[in-house]
């Protein structure tokens, strides 16, 4: 099974990322993300039902409306939410979804890794990106942190 070092690279050596979660009042882990992603010079496009654009990214009510599939999807919604959006990736075709989850739920739903099963889906049900893309200090911090108790996300590989 791969490590979530190596998931993790692979799911950002993608060109384009759907971000859903990034909310136009900008104070969310998506809007973070986000705007990292953007630094890096990713394609990107925002998931939001209501939004046109976050933070400057065109946005689109769901995957169906995208002018063109992105390679991932990267999930930081409520985890309500994940259940449609996993179906969503699943219908579409897209093999690989992050789901965002430091402390606590996160946006992970216990669906999640079923659907992944189902669609054949490589999810990484926890973590964050900016804990692999150049990280901060925090970042860093808790990907050290959830390295040594153990509880960093297992990918689920299909």
Known sequence: MKSIEEAAQEFLAQKSIAVAGASSKGDT???IVLKKL???GYNLSVLHPNAEEVDGVKSY???TSLPELP????IATHPDVTPDLMH???????????IHRSFGTGSYHTEAEEIA???GITLIPGGCPMMFLEPDIVHRCMRWFLSATGKEA???IN
Not at 88 to 98: L, Q, T
């Open 154 to 156: 297992r990918p689920v």
């Open 117 to 119: 099963n189902q669609y």
């Open 71 to 74: 390679d991932v999807v990267f």
């Open 38 to 40: 953007k630094k890096f």
């Open 29 to 31: 882990a998506g809007n």
């Open 88 to 98: 969503e990736c699943g219908k579409a075709g897209i093999k690989r979804v992050w």
């Open 61 to 63: 009510p769901d995957i």
